[in-house]
């Protein structure tokens, strides 16, 4: 049975669809993967950020994007937010959103 992808509204939706051609063609790659085989995929496509949070991470000739997601019952995987990194680390303020809306979604 296939994985389900969604996200957390269509603002997420259309910024990772604007992102550089290269970094969304790595984004479907990879939720391609995702749909057919689940979100158990590792570094170096994806790696686990606490609290129920995964990072998926993109690259392309342009750089590298990230979209954070968390899976939920039903083989169901929402994401939650997008960036485009500009710095070598994640920056707090990026996951803070994704933990925020992840607490949205969990309440309801």
Request: aromatic share 10%.
């Amino acid at each position: 049975m296939n994985w389900t992808i969604s996200y957390f509204n269509e603002q997420v939706r259309k910024e990772i669809s604007d992102w550089p051609v290269g970094l969304y063609a790595d984004f479907l790659r990879l939720i391609s993967l995702m749909e057919e085989h689940g979100a158990d995929l590792r570094l170096p496509h994806s790696r686990a950020m606490g609290e129920g949070i995964f990072e998926l991470r993109c690259k392309g000739k342009e750089g590298a994007g990230r979209a954070f997601y968390c899976t939920m019952i039903g083989r169901r995987i929402i994401i939650l937010h997008s960036f485009i990194k500009k710095t070598q680390q994640t920056p707090d303020l990026e996951l803070k959103i994704a933990r925020r809306r992840l607490k949205e979604i969990n309440r309801g």
